[in-house]
Nanobody, 117 residues
């Protein structure tokens, strides 16, 4: 499976900025960020294909952006106006695509983000 290394989590004040990074061990079709808060289901935050097609969840649209660097096999999640409800464990995922070798999806261990009010 694809190995993923995440970094950038931590404590940030409400209204502050933060950047999460995720680097894959190989080139993949798409990468994404998910989050899971205590007592809540995991939800998709943002995704980016290698062609540059980005998707941002409605819950964070206008406050988060996603970008990537294909040469570095990396994807970044930018918090521009963090809010307490953004507090969660953020996990990176990689998608090898429908024509890639199994397993298709891989997950990182996650990085905790805590937004203080």
């Amino acid at each position: 499976q694809v190995q993923l290394v995440e970094s950038g989590g931590g404590l940030v004040q409400a209204g502050g900025s933060l950047k999460l990074s995720c680097t894959a061990s190989e080139h993949v079709y798409a990468m994404a960020w998910y989050r899971q808060a205590p007592g809540h289901e995991r939800e998709l935050v943002a995704s980016l294909t290698r062609e540059g097609n980005a998707h941002i969840a409605d819950a964070v649209k206008g406050r988060f952006t996603i970008s990537g660097d294909n040469a570095k096999k990396s994807v970044y999640l930018w918090f521009h106006w963090a809010q307490p409800e953004d507090t969660a464990l953020y996990s990176c995922s990689a998608d090898r695509g429908p024509g890639g070798p199994p397993p298709r999806y891989s997950w990182g261990q996650g990085t905790q983000v805590t937004v203080s009010s």
